[in-house]
T-cell receptor, first 119, second 114 residues
Framework: AQKITQTQPGMFVQEKEAVTLDCTYDTSDQSYGLFWYKQPSSGEMIFLIYQGSYDEQNATEGRYSLNFQKARKSANLVISASQLGDSAMYFCAMREGRYSGGSNYKLTFGKGTLLTVNP | DTGVSQNPRHKITKRGQNVTFRCDPISEHNRLYWYRQTLGQGPEFLTYFQNEAQLEKSRLLSDRFSAERPKGSFSTLEIQRTEQGDSAMYLC????????????FGPGTRLLVL
């Protein structure tokens, strides 16, 4: 089974409107972290936002917020007031487990959603 | 610029040749990761270092691949006897010492094997 599922290959949004990018995850761990990254056409992965599985509040970073629904195993990214520069690939990723001194640090990524912001 | 840097940014090589990529992490980060990204996919984990110790390797990392981080600072990823299937973006990331430290990525090296 896919650990990270992003069901929207592409999304379109009008400039200044809000958009939600979907992400569902699969893990049996109680402790895990969820991340969103943006990848413009230049290729660099840019960190946007992080949500820990034990965090009670939804994470927010400027125009980005994470709609975390633990029971549904979903971690959707909400971008408010879209800008033309938001056009990019967006990846949801998960890190499982919390091992002090251990080696379980790898990120597992979804396939991404291509967001296009129209003027 | 204090971010993660990678060199070269682009590499074109012929099948069978060896290639080496370099990654310089954020200076205070002791953890370094390599990922591979093929067209239309998200990045896939290859390997991970804590200081100079290579602590985890993916099954994707065949015998033709070797990664080093000799002094716990920069890292190199070498691919021997390249194959067309090795064509991909190779991404390096680094993070600090706390358990849930965010991984920050470099710009990547695009490899094309002809």
């Amino acid at each position: 089974a896919q650990k990270i599922t992003q069901t929207q290959p592409g999304m379109f949004v009008q400039e200044k409107e809000a958009v939600t990018l979907d992400c569902t995850y699969d893990t049996s761990d109680q402790s895990y972290g969820l991340f969103w990254y943006k990848q413009p056409s230049s290729g660099e992965m840019i960190f946007l936002i992080y949500q820990g599985s034990y965090d009670e509040q939804n994470a927010t970073e400027g125009r980005y917020s994470l709609n975390f629904q633990k029971a549904r195993k979903s971690a959707n990214l909400v971008i408010s007031a879209s800008q033309l520069g938001d056009s990019a690939m967006y990846f949801c990723a998960m890190r499982e487990g919390r091992y002090s001194g251990g080696s379980n640090y790898k990120l597992t990524f979804g396939k991404g959603t291509l967001l296009t912001v129209n003027p | 610029d204090t971010g993660v840097s990678q060199n070269p940014r682009h590499k074109i090589t012929k099948r069978g040749q060896n290639v080496t990529f370099r990654c310089d992490p954020i200076s205070e980060h002791n953890r370094l990761y390599w990922y591979r990204q093929t067209l239309g996919q998200g990045p896939e984990f290859l390997t991970y270092f804590q200081n100079e110790a290579q602590l985890e390797k993916s099954r994707l990392l065949s015998d033709r691949f070797s990664a080093e981080r000799p002094k716990g600072s920069f890292s190199t990823l070498e691919i021997q006897r390249t194959e067309q299937g090795d064509s991909a973006m190779y991404l390096c990331a680094s993070s600090g010492t706390s358990s849930w430290e965010t991984q920050y990525f470099g710009p990547g090296t695009r490899l094309l094997v002809l």
